[in-house]
């Protein structure tokens, strides 16, 4: 079984509107999921352009720590590596590193102008266990601690283009 995850904003293979964007508000969509395995102690969502002109994909977000419990995120999660809410979520680094943009949580599509339709990848990983790890990690960081830890993932493609 694949975990399903959707957003009200945007369906599957479809294009991100602009408030979710570099372009626009660049807040974070509002996500939903469900067929978690049994046995999830934790959730991880890691979201990913592999269509970037870079070595490896553009980190967009990494959020982690999410109780089993939980069956969403509203749009417009704050910038900070600890959360308030969810309760005990944490936030990791994005591939941003300039001053005007912050490197942690998450920042919507903002692809080369011309550069054609970039996907982007909103990953959920159900895990069998709760990690022990601090806030503000990178995203092979945290792919790295999940490693033996995944049950189940699923994934919500959407799509960008300037």
Known sequence: MTISITSTAFADGERIPKLYTGEGEDISPPLSWSNLPEGTKELA???EDPDAPTAEPWVH???YKLPANLD???EGIEQKARLKSPIGAFQGQNSWSTPSKSSVGYR???PPPSHGMHHYHFT???LDAKLIIDPGISSKALI???RNHILEMGCLTGLYSR
Request: glycine share 12%; with cysteine; net charge negative.
């Open 72 to 74: 969403g995120l509203p």
């Open 144 to 146: 790295e601690e999940m």
């Open 108 to 110: 919507g599509p903002l």
């Open 45 to 47: 969502i890691v979201c």
């Open 124 to 126: 959920i990983c159900a």
């Open 61 to 63: 977000w990494v959020i």
